[in-house]
T-cell receptor, first 113, second 114 residues
Framework: DTEVTQTPKHLVMGMTNKKSLKCEQH?????MYWYKQKAKKPPELMFV???????INESVPSRFSPECPNSSLLNLHLHALQPEDSALYLC????????????FGNGTRLTVT | AQKITQTQPGMFVQEKEAVTLDCTYD???????LFWYKQPSSGEMIFLIY??????QNATEGRYSLNFQKARKSANLVISASQLGDSAMYFC???????????FGAGTTVTVRA
C-alpha cells in the first residue's frame, strides 16, 4: 500500500466546476509536491511546498491553486479548467536532501469535459 | 536543456532474462542524486533504486542494480531475471544540490514476454 493517499481516484468535471484534489501523508516528510502527467509522458512538476510554504511554482496557470493546511495535507483547488488539463495528477512527499526519494500517491485521473 | 535523457522509447525482454535501461544526465552540480521509478499501467510511481553522486559503489536493490559511470554521466538500470510483472514504464530522474525538484527523463516502456 502506498504511504501517500490521494482522493479521489477519478474525477470528471465540467469547465465551469470547482473541485479539489486531496493528498495526505504521515511519514513526517516536510516537502510535498504536485505533478501533472499526460499519457505516455513523464510527470511535470507543478508545485512544491517546503515546511508548509510554497517554494516552487512552475508557472502554473492560476486556475490551479495549491494549498498546504498542515505538514501532512496538500490540496489542489481546480477552477475553470480546460479540456487540455485532463491528466493524471500525482502527489508526492519527501524529506529534504538530494538523496531523499519522492514517495508518490496513486494519483487522481482527471477528465475535464 | 534536457537534464535526463532516456533514448529507448520501448523494449521487449524475454521472461527470466536481464534487461538494461539507459539513462544519461547533465549537471554541473557536484552533489546530485539519481533515481529510478517504475510506473505500471495502474499509474502509481514506484521508487526502485537510488545512486548518490558521491557513492563509490553501484547501488543494488534485489533484482535491480544501477550501473553508475560518473565520468560518462550515465546511470543505467539493470533488471535481472525479468518477470511478467516488470512490464511497465521506467523513469530515470535526478535531484541536484539543495533543489527539491525531481526532474524526469522521457521514460522507457518495458514489455516482458512469456
Amino acid at each position: 500500500d502506498t504511504e501517500v493517499t490521494q482522493t479521489p481516484k477519478h474525477l470528471v468535471m465540467g469547465m465551469t466546476n470547482k473541485k479539489s484534489l486531496k493528498c495526505e501523508q504521515h511519514m513526517g516528510h516536510r516537502a510535498m509536491y504536485w505533478y501533472k502527467q499526460k499519457a505516455k509522458k513523464p510527470p511535470e512538476l507543478m508545485f512544491v511546498y517546503s515546511y508548509e510554504k510554497l517554494s516552487i511554482n512552475e508557472s502554473v496557470p492560476s486556475r490551479f491553486s495549491p494549498e498546504c493546511p498542515n505538514s501532512s495535507l496538500l490540496n489542489l483547488h481546480l477552477h475553470a479548467l480546460q479540456p487540455e488539463d485532463s491528466a493524471l495528477y500525482l502527489c508526492a512527499s519527501s524529506q529534504a536532501g538530494v538523496g531523499s526519494p519522492l514517495h508518490f500517491g496513486n494519483g487522481t485521473r482527471l477528465t475535464v469535459t | 536543456a534536457q537534464k535526463i535523457t532516456q533514448t529507448q522509447p520501448g523494449m521487449f525482454v524475454q521472461e527470466k532474462e536481464a534487461v538494461t535501461l539507459d539513462c544519461t544526465y547533465d549537471t554541473s552540480d557536484p552533489s546530485y542524486g539519481l533515481f529510478w521509478y517504475k510506473q505500471p499501467s495502474s499509474g502509481e510511481m514506484i521508487f526502485l533504486i537510488y545512486q548518490g553522486s558521491y557513492d563509490q559503489q553501484n547501488a543494488t536493490e534485489g533484482r535491480y542494480s544501477l550501473n553508475f559511470q560518473k565520468a560518462r554521466k550515465s546511470a543505467n538500470l539493470v533488471i535481472s531475471a525479468s518477470q511478467l510483472g516488470d512490464s511497465a514504464m521506467y523513469f530515470c530522474a535526478m535531484r541536484e544540490g539543495n533543489d527539491y525538484k525531481l526532474s524526469f527523463g522521457a521514460g522507457t516502456t518495458v514489455t516482458v514476454r512469456a
